[in-house]
């Protein structure tokens, strides 16, 4: 019996004799594992078990991945900052233009500079904050009443969105606005399956 | 959605800053809707439309205001926890009296300092009230000795001897002069 275990690949439970042993001896799966040695003293072989993919444990009743109602407040606190900045840079180029017209200088430059930035800045923030509450709210009642959460909520989410933020002004400009969601929404759950089509994961719905 | 958890420190503004934005968008568009109601002509028609009229022209409004201070709070409570190292109701209360000292800052010093002591006073009220509520419900959290457990159980199976035997009771009544 050869003790250089190292180089002996698995065979099968029979015992090997010396005729059996002097040639090699291969079976169908050993080209499924690794080359790795094999330690003598355990006595199973663990190249069985390195086949797993790693498995994650949940709190028993929780969701494996995280809903709409966690996501709304980042969702909806991303739009605000964004709008703010957006909103705050278009109010220091207007607050530039106005006061260079109107040739004013020091205190009052400085002054009409700050409201020009802090007027457009806190508009541009609460329209997108609110447009952002809408598609939230409207999100999180329709998982709540289908009881699923997929590309279908997001597209319906968008479409109410802009319905109901047009709605007071005419029905012409709230059937602009619904397409304007379902069209935004749209793109969004294209972008959002190409992905998942081309990394092969596990969707993320927002 | 049944377990919310909030979100680590720098991430944490941004999502008191919508929490904050949407807190006080759907509160104030209630009030709002409230308002326009009452303040419009009579006629259900013309209060209905008055309300939804003041929702549109106000909420967004005081969901800004809102969402402004949230950022603001947050933001100096992430600052105080980097630079205390710690996580108590000071940086709350420290943090609500700069947000509301920042936030008055173009109004003069006067309102600055009473928009602080505003702000300082609400958060201590809150962090107050949640010292308080921990205080009555940690009993219940209180970690028992063996031995303890051991004299409560004694004690529970003393009483169920005595609830299951009535002769006992029956016993202790006889009195040895009637016999």
């Given at each position: 019996m050869s003790d250089n275990f190292s180089r002996t690949p698995y065979s099968d439970g029979h015992a090997a004799?010396?005729?059996?042993?002097?040639?090699?001896?291969?079976?169908?799966?050993?080209?499924?594992?690794?080359?790795t040695p094999v330690s003598p003293y355990l006595n199973y072989d663990s190249r069985y078990l390195q086949q797993a993919q790693p498995e994650f444990i949940f709190p028993e009743g929780a969701n494996k991945q995280r809903g709409r109602f966690e996501l709304a407040f980042s969702q909806i606190g991303t739009s605000?900052?964004?709008?703010?900045?957006?909103?705050?840079?278009?109010?220091?180029?207007?607050?530039?233009?106005?006061t260079k017209a109107l040739e004013q200088k020091g205190k009052v430059r400085r002054t009409q500079l700050l409201n020009h930035i802090m007027k457009q800045g806190s508009g541009t923030a609460n329209t997108l904050g609110t447009l952002t509450v809408l598609y939230s709210a409207c999100g999180v009642l329709l998982q709540f009443f289908r009881g699923?959460?997929?590309?279908?909520?997001?597209?319906?989410?968008?479409?109410?969105?802009?319905?109901?933020?047009?709605?007071?002004?005419?029905?012409?400009?709230?059937?602009?606005?619904?397409?304007?969601?379902l069209g935004i929404s749209s793109l969004y759950c294209l972008y959002l399956?190409?992905?998942?089509?081309?990394?092969?994961?596990?969707?993320?719905?927002? | 959605m049944a377990e919310y958890g909030r979100e680590p420190c720098p991430f944490r503004i941004v999502e008191d800053c919508g929490g904050a934005f949407?807190?006080?968008?759907?509160?104030?568009g209630a009030f709002q809707a409230i308002k326009g109601f009452r303040n419009a002509p009579s006629g259900l028609g013309y209060r209905l439309s008055g309300g939804l009229a003041a929702v549109r022209a106000r909420s967004g409004l005081v969901g800004g205001n809102f969402a402004v201070w949230g950022a603001t709070f947050s933001a100096i409570d992430c600052s105080l926890v980097y630079f205390r190292k710690k996580e108590d109701p000071w940086n709350a209360i420290i943090s609500g009296a700069t947000t509301g000292g920042?936030?008055?800052?173009?109004?003069?010093?006067?309102?600055?300092?009473?928009?602080?002591?505003?702000?300082?006073?609400?958060?201590?009220?809150?962090?107050?009230?949640?010292?308080?509520?921990?205080?009555y419900s940690a009993d219940s959290y209180r970690q028992v000795s063996?031995?303890?457990?051991?004299?409560?159980?004694?004690?529970?199976?003393?009483?169920?001897?005595?609830?299951?035997?009535?002769l006992a009771a029956t016993y202790g009544e006889i009195d040895s002069s009637a016999l």
């Open positions: 004799t010396h005729e059996e042993a002097s040639k090699p001896h291969y079976t169908t799966t050993t080209s499924s594992f690794s080359r605000v900052m964004i709008g703010g900045g957006i909103g705050g840079l278009a109010g220091v180029y207007n607050g530039l233009k106005v699923e959460d997929d590309h279908i909520n997001t597209v319906i989410a968008g479409s109410a969105t802009g319905l109901l933020y047009k709605s007071t002004a005419g029905l012409r400009t709230c059937a602009f606005g619904g397409a304007i969601g399956i190409a992905q998942e089509n081309s990394s092969n994961s596990s969707p993320k719905y927002l | 949407a807190m006080g968008a759907l509160g104030g920042i936030l008055a800052a173009r109004t003069g010093l006067t309102s600055m300092l009473s928009s602080a002591l505003v702000g300082g006073a609400l958060l201590a009220l809150i962090e107050g009230v949640g010292i308080v509520v921990s205080h063996p031995v303890e457990r051991q004299q409560r159980y004694k004690q529970e199976l003393l009483r169920q001897q005595k609830g299951v035997s009535p």
